[in-house]
């Protein structure tokens, strides 16, 4: 069984096993997956962000791995402890957008201009990141719209976004992917 389909199964041990063989082969991707592994944890492998900081960064380092690098740029996010995480999160999710145009990398750098956090809070790049996020279909761009709308003091827009960002998802669910921010 492939490691993708070892994790669909819900069987992150075994999946473990399999990326830890490869990781010692040097295969720059089973760090990515080992990253994923560590980082949501469950079903036998417990929850590691050092671990998984670890993997991602080993795959960034050795074949720039788009999602290690995203993995890296969420986990300094999410446990930032002063302002130097933030923002080298910030510039990590820049280099993704940047590269790949990845729909996450362009979500987050929207949401720390619009936040402040890791750069100076900055609604007109906020809106202009969101937008390019929503055209790379990600289902999160609506809301985060209705909220630098209803900050930019326009409530109208705020909620017709919120109203549109519900319709898609509920009527166009195909069109756009929704990935957890």
């Given at each position: 069984?492939?490691?993708?389909?070892?994790?669909?199964?819900?069987?992150?041990?075994?999946?473990?096993?399999?990326?830890?063989?490869?990781?010692?082969?040097?295969?720059?991707?089973?760090?990515?997956?080992?990253?994923?592994?560590?980082?949501?944890?469950?079903?036998?492998v417990?929850?590691?962000?050092?671990?998984?900081?670890?993997?991602?960064?080993?795959?960034?380092?050795?074949?720039?791995?788009?999602?290690?690098?995203?993995?890296?740029?969420?986990?300094?996010?999410?446990?930032?402890?002063?302002?130097?995480?933030?923002?080298?999160a910030?510039?990590?999710?820049?280099?993704?957008?940047?590269?790949?145009?990845?729909?996450?990398?362009?979500?987050?750098?929207?949401?720390?201009?619009?936040?402040?956090?890791?750069?100076?809070?900055?609604?007109?790049?906020?809106?202009?990141?969101?937008?390019?996020?929503?055209?790379?279909?990600?289902?999160?761009?609506?809301?985060?719209?209705?909220?630098?709308?209803?900050?930019?003091?326009?409530?109208?827009?705020?909620?017709?976004?919120?109203?549109?960002?519900?319709?898609?998802?509920?009527?166009?669910?195909?069109?756009?992917?929704?990935?957890?921010?």
């Amino acid at each position: 069984m492939r490691l993708n389909q070892l994790i669909r199964a819900g069987r992150f041990k075994d999946a473990e096993l399999g990326a830890i063989a490869l990781a010692d082969k040097d295969d720059c991707h089973a760090f990515v997956l080992l990253g994923a592994i560590y980082e949501g944890g469950g079903n036998g492998v417990d929850k590691n962000l050092d671990l998984a900081l670890q993997n991602y960064s080993k795959s960034v380092e050795m074949c720039g791995a788009v999602e290690g690098c995203l993995g890296v740029a969420r986990i300094l996010y999410q446990r930032a402890t002063d302002p130097t995480d933030l923002a080298r999160a910030f510039c990590l999710y820049k280099q993704v957008a940047d590269v790949a145009g990845h729909d996450v990398a362009l979500i987050m750098l929207g949401k720390m201009h619009f936040l402040g956090e890791g750069t100076e809070q900055d609604l007109e790049k906020a809106e202009t990141y969101v937008l390019l996020a929503l055209k790379a279909g990600n289902v999160h761009a609506f809301d985060l719209m209705s909220k630098i709308k209803r900050e930019q003091g326009n409530a109208w827009l705020a909620f017709k976004w919120r109203v549109r960002g519900l319709i898609e998802r509920t009527f166009f669910v195909g069109k756009y992917r929704a990935r957890q921010i």
